[in-house]
């Protein structure tokens, strides 16, 4: 497009409704509300707010007061406690560096007066490196705060209605939702909201500030990564509520900044206490595959640590899904195929906002999921630890002083946590990813990839492709928010046009019909994947249950008498869903996994991708009664497995394979085969660590590379399954069996196999043959079945 071709709409001109599908039932476009302008009754008659909406709706918002505690935490008692303790941290290695084994020896004899003669003659002072640590907290607390301000809040609210509306055809919210939080300040108003949505975009950061100051609601201080500082943008998040944090609190790996984290755990303490709201990225950065990362606990573990100790009385944590049609930000290709990422640069900013102004990037879906009480979640746990019989882990609130713990789940890296609350914080941080994916609106293009990476690699016609779109509509209506309304041959339509064509192309077949397919190129099915992803979590169970079922399934020549045990399904898809345990959160930590497959099987029975040959199951509608059962034993809170265990002690119902839906079963085990390839080349890609460490990031290169090589040459048909992410996920999983270590020299992280598969291949080969099983085998046994 060429400068003359781009208009921007002038200030004061109305927005231009582009062309989109309907957002939904009960929604509203934040673009098209200005709910503080018009006539108001009992007002004058010529209002100037009909003339100005946005200059009104910005100007009569309410106001807050937001105050500043950058000085109430340089006094604070802990910090100059924290100051004394890095200066003293910092004395020691001084003398360490100086004196080498001699202090060890005048340790030993514990001459202190020795020692301050020695530091003098060697030119270390104590009152130095004292003072040197108060300004490094001073330095530290002014990077860090905040400067949320009305003037900056209503300002920038101003020029985003102007901008917004130039590349989104629409901000959408739930109604009810944004009541919801506005009952919950009002009846709360001392308990501050902690907002914890999902990262997708640097847009995220912004654009929950804008619908609560819009809306009437306190806006939040918002942690942000320091890479952010860029010119003029950080000053400008800064006074939007943003306090920025270290991406690695720890300069050198396994000391701790002593300092910094207290800094750190008072800002956002004494923020609690005077009355802020808060929002926190709770996967730490954008996810780069579309899909929820796993949660990092460090911001939780603070604010959860507030409550503890009596700092605030309770807080609201606001689980907060965000999608969007297309993403604002471009996508993640370079880095899913091992490429350096770009840094964040003001130049980068420039360039990004000025191709967003000519682009459109369709709606923008933001949901506000139903609060949790961190008082009345500590309350479930400890009554689910009490049934269970484990005193030792009831969470009791009481006064305690600060302690600086390391923690293996940080946000950034960083984290104050008490030891013995870090399960209490991993169960809540799980819990609130798993809402947040689950609340997450599908869109239109998020459906559209969902069906061509899954049903439809090949491509299809539009009518066929519209038909399926109408069949995921049904299965995920009363499961999934749909963020999209109307025909489907017309969502398909706009979905390809937001897409574009550097993904989908639409062309004419020799009949003049129209097919739908993705471009066949790497860059594009992983891009792809994206969209597709966050759908991939809902599907995640079924996919698990069936690839196993088939992974089960005896070789005999009559397939349709082929059956698996129910017992021997569940206790086997158990094991495969641990292999993915640090991809997806399957279940959330107060719910029984064993019993969500059970109920994931019964849907499966119930669509006929699984038959089950038993008295009971003979009866019409038996499998439609038992997940009816199962749904009664939920409500009354009863042990679920309770029905399965009887059933399976009477007559251990056998599972039999259903010819008659093969392909509806190969649609959903292809769900999960590009990670579960992703996983098993790592698992065969361990053989070059035999008597060999190697750097991490080279073996993530080496894998990658063996991936797109099998890409290439039609080995592997999953072009999505080049992605560093999952191949840093089967790392963890690995470190975690004990197969590989990892180790830290200078900075840099080694891996190495462990003793045991160092010495025995056969160890190895068990390894790749247990992740090997996940994956499904569409070339061979049960899929080439001829119904």
């Known amino acids: ?48 707010g009909v003339l100005f909406p946005y200059v009104a709706q910005v100007v009569r918002s309410e106001k807050f007061e937001y105050r500043q505690v950058t000085e ?28 080498g084994h001699r202090l060890l020896t005048r340790s030993a004899s514990g001459d202190q007066e020795g020692q301050e003669e020695e530091d003098e003659k060697v030119g270390i002072s104590y009152q130095n490196i004292l003072r040197k640590q108060e300004q490094r907290a001073i330095s530290i607390l002014k990077d860090m705060g905040s400067t949320l301000n009305n003037g900056l809040l209503a300002f920038t609210s101003w020029i985003l209605y102007k901008l917004l509306p130039c590349f989104l055809s629409g901000v959408v919210t739930n109604t009810k939702q944004i009541e919801m939080l506005k009952t919950a300040t009002e009846r709360s108003p001392g ?21 609560l100051t819009n809306n009437d609601i306190r806006s939040p201080l918002v942690a942000a990564g320091n890479n952010l ?7 400008l998040l800064r006074g939007l509520g943003a306090f920025f944090i270290k991406r690695k609190i720890d300069p ?17 303490t004494h923020a609690l206490k005077q009355g802020h709201n808060v929002e926190f990225f709770i996967e730490g950065g954008r996810t780069r595959t579309g899909k929820p990362c796993m949660p990092k606990g460090g911001i939780l573990s603070v604010i959860v640590n507030a409550f503890m100790d009596g700092s605030i009385p309770d807080a609201l944590l606001v689980p907060v899904s965000v999608n969007y049609e297309r993403l604002v930000d471009g996508n993640f290709v370079r880095e899913q195929k091992g490429e350096k990422k770009i840094p964040e640069s003001f130049s980068k900013a420039i360039s990004g906002i000025w191709k967003a102004l000519k682009s459109n990037y369709g709606l923008m879906r933001i949901d506000f999921n139903e609060p949790y009480s961190i008082r009345e979640l500590v309350n479930s746990y400890n009554k689910i630890a009490r049934e269970d019989g484990n005193i030792a882990k009831v969470y009791k609130p009481a006064a305690r002083t600060l302690q600086h713990n390391q923690s293996t789940s940080s946000l950034y890296g960083t984290d104050v946590v008490c030891e013995e609350h870090r399960n209490l914080i991993e169960s809540i941080s799980r819990q609130v990813v798993f809402d947040c994916a689950a609340a997450t609106s599908v869109m239109s293009t998020n459906a559209l990839a969902f069906l061509l990476l899954t049903r439809f690699r090949n491509g299809a016609e539009e ?3 519209a038909e399926a779109l109408d069949d995921l509509r049904n299965s995920l209506s009363g499961c999934k928010d749909i963020g999209f309304s109307g025909e489907s041959s017309h969502i398909l339509s706009y979905a390809c046009d937001l897409l574009g064509s550097g993904l989908v192309t639409r062309t004419r077949d020799e009949n003049g019909r129209l097919v739908i397919r993705a471009v066949n190129s790497v860059e594009s099915f992983i891009e792809l994947a994206y969209y597709s992803n966050m759908l991939t979590p809902h599907f995640a169970l079924s996919s698990i249950l069936l ?19 129910r017992k021997k399904l569940i206790e086997t898809a ?24 059970y109920k994931q099987l019964d849907d499966l029975l119930i669509s006929g991708c699984v038959r089950s040959k038993t008295v009971d199951d003979d009866l019409p509608n038996a499998a439609e009664s038992r997940r009816l059962a199962h749904s009664l034993a939920d409500c009354l809170d009863e042990d679920d497995d309770y029905l399965h265990v009887r059933n399976g002690e009477v007559d251990e119902p056998k599972l039999l394979f259903a010819s008659e839906t093969l392909q509806q079963q190969r649609y959903i085990c292809e769900v999960l085969a590009p990670f579960a390839w992703t996983y098993v080349t790592v698992a065969q890609s361990l053989q070059i660590l035999h008597r060999n460490s190697m750097l991490e990031s080279e073996f993530i290169c080496f894998v990658i590379n063996d991936l797109s090589s099998k890409v290439k040459r039609g080995s592997c048909n999953y072009a999505e399954s080049i992605s560093t992410d999952s191949v840093r996920n089967c790392l963890k999983l690995l470190e975690k069996w004990s197969v590989i270590e990892v180790c830290n020299q200078q900075g840099m992280r080694l891996i190495s196999l462990n003793t045991l598969y160092e010495m025995s291949r056969e160890s190895l080969n068990t390894i790749v043959k247990k992740i090997d099983a996940i994956v499904p085998k569409f070339n061979s046994g049960y899929f080439n079945v001829t119904p």
């Open 229 to 235: 500082q860029i010119p003029v943008f950080g000053g």
């Open 547 to 565: 690839a196993t079922f088939h992974s089960l399934l005896p070789e005999t020549e009559n397939k349709n008498e082929a059956g698996v045990s």
């Open 252 to 268: 050198v790996e396994g000391k701790k900044d002593v300092l910094y984290r207290a800094a750190l755990h008072l800002y956002l």
């Open 463 to 465: 009518q066929i492709l």
């Open 1 to 48: 497009m060429t400068l003359k071709e781009f208009h921007a709409r002038g200030w004061f001109e109305d927005p231009k409704t582009q062309n989109s599908v309907a957002h939904g039932i009960g929604t509203q476009n934040m673009l098209e509300l200005t709910p503080q302008s018009g006539q108001k009754p009992f007002k004058k008659l010529l209002d100037w």
């Open 574 to 597: 158990l094991e495969n869903c641990q292999i993915y345990r640090y991809e997806f959160i399957l279940n959330k930590p107060t719910q029984l996994l064993e019993s969500l497959l």
């Open 72 to 99: 109430i935490v340089h006094n604070d008692v802990v910090l100059k406690h924290a100051i004394k303790q890095a200066a003293e941290q910092s004395l020691r290695e001084q003398r360490y560096a100086k004196n």
């Open 191 to 211: 308990t501050p909201l902690i907002f914890v949505p999902l990262h997708r975009s640097h847009l995220d950061y912004i654009m929950v500030t804008w619908i």
